[in-house]
């Protein structure tokens, strides 16, 4: 019986959520948040993000408690800077 080989990690898996964010239950939309995790396709071993604290904010990217998950603060790119006129809340 010969040894296996370690997975090289060639291939990935990406999985990105977005969600709106709300101060009340069906309320304007406040901000945005993207979930992301990555797994290697071939072995299905999960990757840790590093350098980042955990828990959750409004306008920082953390970590979820397993490091395999990053929580980052988004918003689309039509800003002020491109259309010359703020984001209406809740048109998203």
Not at 33 to 59: A, I, M, Y
């Amino acid at each position: 019986m010969s040894a296996r080989k370690p997975c090289e990690h060639l291939r990935f898996f990406t999985q990105a959520n977005v969600f709106r964010l709300t101060d009340t239950e069906g309320g304007p939309v406040t901000g945005y948040k993207l979930d992301l995790t990555v797994k290697c396709d071939d072995c299905g071993l999960p990757f840790r993000f590093l350098g980042l604290p955990f828990g959750s904010h409004p306008r920082e990217p953390r970590l979820a408690a397993d490091s395999e998950t990053l929580r980052a603060p988004i918003e689309p790119a039509y800003t002020t800077e491109i259309l010359g006129s703020p984001i209406q809340s809740g048109r998203a």
